[in-house]
């Protein structure tokens, strides 16, 4: 039987090609005015998500890699 995948974490992670899981930094919507350009700059990037929280993920997403 499959098993369905979290509709919320398919619309915020991708799995890279090793398995990791990347996700988009939060914190580029508003209130960017006061915000120094280096910073803004580091937010753009997307991050790989820690070993703990993957865990998580990866069970929300069964059929990922």
Known sequence: MK????????KRFKFTKSGKIKYKKAGLRHLLIGMSSKRARRLRKPDILDDSN????????????
Do not use: D
């Not at 098993?3 to 398919?10: C, D, L």
């Not at 993957?54 to 890699?65: C, I, T």
């Open 3 to 10: 098993i369905k995948s979290h509709s919320g974490a398919k």
């Open 54 to 65: 993957a865990l998580v993920v990866k069970r929300k997403l069964p059929y990922g890699r």
